[in-house]
């Protein structure tokens, strides 16, 4: 792995499989720390940047998902969600000694952090780019689903050409479907640049593939557009038939809830090219059906409501949206992300 000065990995041996984690060396044990969950298509790498700048006093830790970067690979059982995931960052987490931690999710990660604290108490919530406590697609705004099999969801939605881009290692510098290319177009805005691209993509190209790990498998629907949800792997998961984490707004204790995003993401919005019914409204898949039959999922509003009502039952979100940003601030304004982190892990005590 291309690891940063300053920066070292260890592997964890976990009651459910062996755990890759970044930390600072030499970094200060007592105190709550920091538990950062990368998001799909990704791996620890990509904190690497923010883990260098946070204070010193604050121990931080980096997880590497099982099938994703140095971790194990094991399959997962999308029937659970974001379960699998989020049973392996909690045995992690026991087998570190960290009891109760502040934890940072991103995307997919946003979804295991939120999935995590209905399970298990946590100090605080910061959900970068998450995906939308109700999944990823085939849902309307109330979170109610659109088909009883999720049509238009899960692993039948991969790209295959960029599926086998990462099978074959393919960093793909002139190759439009390849990760470095995928990277600057939905990872960042337009304009971002980073000396350290390389070990992004690295990080994306230790996604580990097929119909048990990333994307998963897809079954036949009779709706549009022919595809529904599987019940394997990554993409499955966040299926709205097994992912559905709007419960938080009743936890009994209620965790502060930092909510980042930038106003140019490309993945999580109320209308994405990375949502089947989006595309089928854009034109880009033939036969769409209509805005009553198969709407865009819209993502955004969805999180915001339920962290509305997340507040007025009891508990409370501060949602900070980043200008010419994507799907990454903690990338592309590592100091604002930073600065907003501590202030909130510091609030949080």
């Not at 099982?66 to 969600?81: K, L, M, Q």
């Not at 940072?104 to 970068?128: E, F, I, K, N, R």
């Not at 790990?213 to 709205?240: C, H, I, K, R």
């Not at 949502?275 to 009553?292: C, T």
Request: aromatic letters at 8%; glycine letters at 12%.
């Amino acid at each position: 792995m291309s690891l940063f000065e300053g920066i070292i990995a260890r592997t964890v041996p976990t009651s459910r499989l062996k755990v890759n984690v970044l930390e600072r060396a030499g970094q200060a044990t007592g105190g709550p720390a920091i538990v950062l969950v990368h998001g799909n298509v990704s791996s620890s790498l990509f904190w690497q940047e923010i883990m260098l700048q946070l204070p010193a006093d604050l121990p931080v830790y980096a997880i590497d998902l099982r099938g994703f970067g140095d971790s194990e690979t094991a399959p997962v059982d999308a029937t659970r969600g974001l379960r699998d995931f989020s049973d392996d960052v909690a045995a992690t987490i026991d087998e570190l000694g960290l009891g109760a931690v502040h934890l940072v999710g991103w995307s997919m990660g946003g979804g295991v952090a939120m999935q995590y604290a209905l399970d298990h108490p946590v100090l605080s919530l910061t959900l970068q780019a998450p995906v939308s406590p109700y999944g990823f697609g085939g849902t309307r705004l109330d979170g109610t689903r659109l088909t009883d099999d999720d049509a238009g969801v899960g692993g039948g939605g991969a790209n295959p050409a960029f599926v086998a881009s990462i099978t074959e290692q393919d960093a793909g510098a002139d190759n439009p479907m390849a990760s470095r290319a995928v990277f600057r177009s939905a990872y960042v805005a337009a304009g971002y640049t980073s000396d350290h691209e390389d070990t992004w993509v690295e990080s994306m190209l230790t996604t580990k593939t097929g119909d048990a790990n990333y994307p998963g498998t897809a079954a036949a629907s009779e709706n549009w557009p022919g595809f529904a949800a599987g019940d394997q792997g990554v993409l499955n998961t966040m299926a709205p038939k097994y992912f559905n984490v709007s419960a938080i707004v009743d936890l009994a204790v209620k965790p502060p809830v930092l909510w980042i995003r930038g106003d140019s993401d490309a993945i999580v919005g109320d209308g994405t090219f990375f949502d089947i019914n989006f595309l089928g409204q854009a034109g880009v898949i033939p036969g769409w059906p209509g805005e009553d039959v198969a709407p865009a999922q819209p993502m955004i509003s969805q999180t915001r409501a339920v962290f509305e009502k997340y507040a007025a039952n009891g508990g409370s979100y501060t949602e900070l949206v980043f200008e010419n940003c994507g799907h990454s601030p903690h990338l592309e304004y590592p100091d604002k992300f930073v600065t907003a982190l501590v202030e909130h892990v510091r609030a949080a005590g």
